[in-house]
């Protein structure tokens, strides 16, 4: 059963620090996608990620995927207070009754 | 462009009682997805339909019941609601099938439970 762990669940940080959001998956996967929720809102695609090695930036935001390590990482460079939000990661499988399973978000919150 | 429409947006019920929640696409979309939130839970996967005439149980099914309507429509079902069902619950589409596609979620919907 395919399972997503995402850690740290909760994080604080000062503006212009840099960390990173780590998601693992149990089993193996084609698809890799990282969403944004801000408070009371709905969700929002920031990245889907298709290929093992496979990097994406926006911004400040730098998502990559290890399919051998079954790991994928969102970094933050240099971080503002608009980033703050609850961001998760989300994998499904290919041809594989198209079920999508979310991890439990991390909570990032930026001090001014 | 309305995307993905969930109604209500707003319920409180008392034990016991049923009702359903609605969500409807726009965007032709083949896949829809009925998800619950709750604090510290991330995203649960209730039931999902890959297609019209098709559902698929999730990671929480029980207690909800599902009904495709069409392509358009999925409905969420509680049919003797219980105070663990407070909860926001998301509706969502994709295309679905072979090559990546992102979900479009609506608004959410907050029901509780007393």
């Known amino acids: 059963e395919l399972k997503v762990e995402q850690n740290p669940l909760f994080l604080s940080m000062q503006e212009g620090k840099n960390y990173t959001i780590y998601c693992n998956y149990s089993?193996?996967?084609?698809?890799l996608y990282w969403y944004r929720q801000d408070p009371g809102k709905s969700l929002e695609s920031l990245f889907v990620?298709?290929?093992?090695?496979a990097v994406k930036q926006e911004g400040r935001l730098m998502a990559s995927l290890d399919t051998k390590a079954r790991l994928s990482t969102l970094h933050i460079t240099a971080a503002v207070h608009d980033l703050s939000a609850t961001y998760f990661c989300?994998?499904?499988?290919?041809?594989?009754?198209?079920?999508?399973?979310f991890g439990k978000g991390t909570r990032l919150h930026i001090l001014p | 462009n309305a995307g993905v429409t969930q109604t209500p947006k707003f319920q409180v019920l008392k034990t016991g009682q049923s009702m359903t929640l609605q969500c409807a696409q726009d965007?032709?979309?083949?896949?829809m997805y009925w998800y619950r939130q709750d604090p510290g839970m991330g995203l649960r996967l209730i039931y999902y339909?890959?297609?019209?005439?098709?559902?698929d149980k999730g990671e929480v099914p029980n207690g909800y019941n599902v009904s495709r309507l069409n392509k358009r429509e999925f409905s969420l079902r509680l049919e003797s609601a219980a105070p663990s069902q407070t909860s926001v619950y998301f509706c969502?589409?994709?295309?679905?099938?072979?090559?990546?596609?992102?979900?479009?979620f609506g608004a959410g919907s907050r029901l509780t439970v007393l």
């Open positions: 969502a589409s994709r295309l679905g099938g072979a090559g990546a596609n992102v979900l479009t």
């Open positions: 089993t193996t996967s084609d698809r």
């Open positions: 990620l298709l290929s093992n090695g």
């Open positions: 989300a994998v499904d499988i290919l041809n594989r009754d198209d079920k999508i399973i």
């Open positions: 965007m032709n979309h083949n896949s």
């Open positions: 339909s890959a297609s019209e005439g098709t559902t």
